[in-house]
């Protein structure tokens, strides 16, 4: 029964009202977003990382983490009723919830998204809470090589998994790596690469980076969007799931949240894929694959059960390794080292009372989430009316005043601002910057157990490959590596397909499944 | 958007598992009447040299720093390291410049993400002087009335709403310390 004594503290944690209330807070807000197509789930955090300063670290990533997960609820709402996806795990969705709200069963649509989004939700918290102690007892033995080769195979996994083209998001994780450089190193006490600015000499922060480039790079880069206007959504009808429906989703729903919670565990795994692994899996085990694209009830089911399942789970590898497993947990991370909480292996017996404390608030906020999706979706889809010309200059401004609240300094809405406008360049060239902020909270772990590593090897790199764990990361790196580029090879010699920089190598969900 | 695409594509309507890329493609712009044209070669150059100029940098101030060795590694391996990594890539990406078709070009529209990052700049220029009251009211009525066209009086009113709501948000109850005139 020890072992279950924090897990019920936990239950405290969240029931404490302030919790609560953070709680409910991120997955409106995160439903909120999620039906706004536009900012996603990452810039949504990094612009309200300010805000979080002042509240505890549990309090904190309880309602990051409501953000997170209460953007793949709303995600589909849009995604049914206007053909419109408002985050990429619901792009799926589209075909046949479309389908669906055409032939007048949106409400029957969105109830099995939002009944398999819980299930996918609830299986993954209870699976991640067997795994996640267990992990990070098994990360205990972890020394320097072993984080090195992690960090290495999470950033580059994630590049990998990102939008852009591969070489563009590897360059983009490597300035991110050389931007956690910038300040005093740790060894030897030199000042890099500051030019001689004091401001720089601890370093650049994580939050204007967080905030310029995912934040402002985006309203900028949508600015020169022409947009259509949003049509009217069509009437819900109050039809939800039926017995024979549920009977006919459960199977993908069951099946939705494995994919969901394994893809999840993975860097650069996340919901996105996982949607599209959990719908191609559903169309290919069907008897009746045309049946898809039309209405199919499971094609709205699996993908939605997935999102939602590997939205929980990613939270294993950042909280069990200390290692974030896509751009959003990159953010989380940031949150949580500005608290002055440094995840991984240790944090479950340091701090139980957080680790138990965000996971046992995902059962609520799904509960939250649930409750919110099938009778108020009606108050989500008004949400759509607001424009895009009002909520830009909100969201500007709560950037830079939300920057410089963080450490009082004018340098850092300067940094916020350049951050910006570097994110909207590097949209404009085809660089995602997802991994380039992931690399940066990465970068200084990476170095400085690069260089322990080094020295306990006496500078012999092999050691590397010696020892078991991290030989088997580094053997994992380098299949991650060569694969593409062999079947880039074999395509190339057969005269496949095109093979620009665009679509080159990047897994298909397909091979996946 | 590529969702349409793929579902028309195929013979018997059944809509094709669109990859990771379609599906963040699709959900970055669904609102968006056409995709914006992609930047030619020249541009795609100019990137390249750019990553390429970026890890020249960085490997020369890496030696200036004492790049070590393996055995005892100084403050400029781990930059070096990483500097050379960038080369290799910005290299890969001028070779393949001719075939790069993700970067798009600078459409008319993008004066006004100009017009948006110097009203930013003002704004950071201008609040350590008179607070954030004045810049921040006329940052928001720049993105109202042109970037966002909105009318006249709505321009006016929201902006003078958003910092009256900031004003009282962030001194008022919060109490933090952002430098305001009144």
């Known amino acids: ?513 | 958007m590529g969702t349409e695409r793929d579902a028309g594509d195929h013979p018997s309507d059944v809509p094709e598992t669109p990859t990771v890329q379609e599906a963040l493609d699709a959900a970055d712009a669904p609102l968006d009447e056409e995709p914006p044209p992609p930047a030619g070669t020249v541009a795609n150059l100019v990137v390249a040299v750019l990553v390429t100029g970026l890890g020249v940098a960085t490997v020369v101030s890496s030696l200036a720093l004492g790049i070590g060795s393996a055995r005892e590694p100084g403050a400029g391996t781990w930059p070096f390291a990483l500097g050379l990594v960038v080369v290799v890539f910005g290299l890969a990406l001028v070779a393949g410049a001719r075939r790069t078709a993700d970067a798009e070009r600078f459409p008319r529209e993008a004066l006004g993400v100009v017009a948006g990052i110097g009203t930013m700049v003002a704004f950071t220029a201008l609040i350590g002087r008179i607070g954030f009251e004045i810049p921040g009211a006329l940052l928001c009525f720049v993105w109202l009335r042109w970037l966002g066209g909105e009318g006249w009086r709505t321009s006016v009113l929201v902006s003078l709403g958003i910092v009256a709501a900031f004003y009282a948000v962030f001194v008022g109850a919060l109490g933090v310390g952002v430098p305001h005139l009144f």
């Open chain 1, 1 to 513: 029964m020890d072992q279950l004594t924090p897990v019920l503290q936990g239950f405290a944690v969240v029931l404490e009202p302030q919790n609560l209330l953070y709680c409910l807070v991120g997955v409106v807000v995160g439903m909120l977003i999620g039906v706004l197509p536009g900012l996603g789930p990452a810039a949504t955090i990094a612009v309200l990382l300010p805000l979080t300063i002042g509240l505890e670290p549990v309090t904190s990533v309880i309602m990051l983490a409501g953000i997170f997960y209460g953007a793949q609820y709303g995600g589909t709402i849009t995604s049914v009723l206007l053909r419109l996806p408002g985050e990429a795990s619901s792009v799926v969705t589209v075909f046949d919830g479309y389908a669906m709200a055409c032939q007048g069963r949106a409400g029957k649509a969105l109830g099995i998204a939002a009944i398999g989004s819980f299930v996918g939700g609830t299986v993954s918290i209870v699976a991640l809470s067997f795994v996640a102690p267990v992990v990070a007892s098994f990360a205990l033995d972890f020394g320097p090589p072993e984080y090195t080769a992690l960090a290495l195979l999470g950033i580059l996994l994630v590049a990998t998994v990102s939008g852009g083209g591969r070489v563009k998001a590897l360059a983009a994780a490597c300035v991110g790596l050389l931007l956690a450089t910038v300040g005093r190193d740790g060894f030897t006490g030199a000042q890099r690469f500051t030019f001689g600015d004091l401001n720089l000499a601890d370093g650049i922060d994580f939050v204007p980076i967080a905030m310029g480039l995912f934040g402002l790079g985006e309203i900028l880069h949508a600015l020169e969007e022409r947009h259509r206007r949003v049509q009217a959504p069509p009437t819900l009808t109050r039809v939800w799931p039926d017995r024979a429906d549920m009977r006919q989703a459960s199977g993908a729903i069951g099946r939705g949240s494995v994919i969901g919670f394994v893809l999840g565990i993975l860097p650069g795994g996340g919901a996105v894929l996982s949607s599209l692994a959990a719908y191609a899996l559903e169309k290919r085990r069907s008897k009746t694959p045309e049946r898809f694209g039309k209405g199919a009830i499971e094609g709205v089911a699996a993908p939605e059960t997935a999102n939602n399942a590997a939205a929980t789970s990613s939270f294993i590898p950042l909280l069990t390794l200390g290692i974030p497993a896509n751009a959003t947990m990159a953010v989380i991370f940031g949150a949580l080292l500005v608290q002055g909480v440094t995840p991984g292996p240790r944090l479950v017996d340091e701090d139980p009372e957080l680790f138990w404390g965000v996971i046992n608030s995902m059962y609520v906020g799904n509960i939250l989430l649930l409750i919110m999706s099938i009778p108020m979706v009606g108050i989500f889809v008004r949400v759509l009316q607001v424009r895009g010309a009002i909520l830009a200059p909100i969201t500007v401004m709560v950037t830079l005043v939300g920057v410089y609240t963080v450490r009082s300094s004018v340098f850092d809405i300067g940094l916020v601002v350049a951050f910006g406008v570097l994110g909207y360049l590097m949209k404009k060239a085809g660089f995602d910057p997802g991994p380039l902020v992931l690399a940066f909270v990465l970068g200084s772990l990476l170095e400085s157990n690069l260089r322990r590593s080094l020295l306990l090897f006496d500078g012999d790199p092999t050691g590397f490959l010696t020892r078991p764990i991290s030989g088997v990361l580094f053997a994992a790196f380098a299949v991650v590596v060569l694969l593409p580029l062999t079947t880039r090879l074999l395509r190339g010699r057969r005269g496949g397909p095109r093979d620009d920089d665009r679509s080159g190598g990047r897994p298909d969900t397909k091979e996946l499944v």
